[in-house]
């Protein structure tokens, strides 16, 4: 992967001043209109005066309650973009202003309601007052608009600052292809937005604690790998011989994040069930799975054929109890994996291993089929004690 391009979003930081700027002006425009009506009114009547107040405070009241809506929505993205420290701002001199806000709109708005409906009693309008709503005005929109401005300066200064360090980065390593750097490349092009996988580990589901947690495994890391590499033209020969017995009764996957419907199987295990008649066909396969620790604790063990321009887009598979391997059985000269924002190549012969919690997303952008032998196995770091809990478990879905 080679580091290049403009710089992109910056991990959504451009979305977030983009609302916080949004906020300001719609905000700057309620102020401006809101001080115009009360410092120059030129009414007919008392009631068409009181009307438009209130019509003022309504507008700061649902802009007010629109915006702790979204800033309640984003706040946690806020943390992914700019750190907790940014939450802890956001929930300071963001959500309190929004909220004091919304209040003093909503008493506003009783107010002069109460004024609109008793417009024809001198006592009541002879009372009136401009600084009152005028200072309500500045609370209800003035405040929140303070504290947008605020954040949208030092969300601008945090831009400015994410790409002085990017183009520090990236001139550290532009002048080299070593594979060696590869993370770093992806971590530089994750921060700019570059890519088309999320590269922070983030699980969809159930949560394992204290796993070991990183995109790309070596095959070296698993042992009983190696057998599968030896006995190659054995599991290709077994993979080729029950896809052509099956022909067209090769089962669709079924899954909702692919552009066609081009992932097909072939299952040997699937959500720990095993496949007793595939897998009688497939007798070496079936030996080197069981050998496997935790055999049959798998999501699924299968032949997994991606068929000519298949692609099965970014997602992050459920929870992080397994590790997948994709172990190349026909692998077209294109097409690759992508996991973490680190692109790998299947081989023939050779095994991918990686932890699907992370986004990833795999391509087939060739003419030809690629058919590889997939495996979700439980991750090495559980314990035997964990495995078994795992498989006593009354219901799990992983
Ligand atoms: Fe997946």
């Known amino acids: 992967m080679i580091i290049g391009g403009k710089l992109g979003d910056l991990k959504g930081m451009r979305s977030f001043v983009g609302v916080l700027i949004t906020q300001a002006l719609m905000l700057f425009v309620v102020l401006g209109v809101g001080l ?7 009414f007919e009547s008392s009631q068409s005066r009181y009307s438009s107040i209130f019509g003022v405070f309504l507008i700061a009241f649902a802009s007010a309650l629109v915006f ?6 984003l706040i946690k993205f806020t943390e992914e973009w700019w750190s907790i ?7 300071k001199w963001m959500i309190i202003p929004l909220y004091a806000a919304i209040g003093v ?14 417009s024809g009693d001198e006592s009541f309008t002879s009372t009136y007052n401009p600084i009152i709503p005028s200072l309500a005005v500045v609370l209800t929109t003035g405040i929140p608009l303070a504290a947008s401005s605020f954040l949208t300066l030092l969300g601008v200064k945090r831009i400015l600052t994410l790409k002085k360090n990017m183009r520090l980065f990236e001139s550290s390593v532009s002048n080299t292809e070593s594979e060696g750097l590869s993370r ?5 092009n994750a ?3 570059i890519g088309s996988t999320f590269a922070r580990p983030e ?9 070991t947690s990183k995109p790309w495994y070596e095959s070296e890391e698993l042992e009983w790998i190696a057998e599968f590499e030896d006995s190659f033209d054995d599991i290709l020969a ?9 022909g067209d009764d090769i089962e669709n996957y079924g899954y909702q994040g692919l552009n066609t419907e081009s992932w097909k199987k072939v299952s040997l295990v699937a959500n720990r069930e095993e496949n007793q008649e595939n897998l009688a066909a497939c007798p070496v396969t079936a030996s080197l799975l069981k050998k496997i620790p935790g055999y049959p604790i798998f999501r699924d063990a299968m032949f997994s054929i991606l068929e000519p321009g298949g692609v099965i887009t970014p997602h992050r598979d459920y929870g992080n109890l397994f590790l997948t391997m994709h172990f190349g059985l026909i692998i077209p000269p294109s097409g690759y994996m992508e996991v973490a924002n680190m692109q790998r190549n299947w081989q023939a012969g050779k095994a991918l291993v990686f932890d699907s919690s992370y986004n990833h997303q795999a391509v087939n952008d060739s003419d030809q089929s690629r058919v590889i032998l997939l495996v979700d196995f439980l991750n090495p770091d559980m314990s035997d004690q964990e495995r078994q809990w795992v498989l006593d478990a009354p219901f799990w879905k992983a």
């Open 238 to 246: 077994e993979a080729t011989a029950i896809m052509s017995n099956l």
């Open 36 to 42: 115009f009506i009360f410092w120059f009114p030129n």
């Open 85 to 91: 420290i940014a939450v802890d701002r956001v929930s």
């Open 184 to 188: 770093i490349r992806a971590s530089i």
């Open 68 to 73: 702790l809506m979204i800033w309640t929505l």
């Open 191 to 193: 921060e700019k937005g």
């Open 105 to 118: 709109a909503f008493l506003a708005c009783i107010w002069s309601l109460l004024a609109v409906v008793k």
């Open 203 to 211: 699980p969809k589901g159930f949560y394992f604690a204290g796993l």
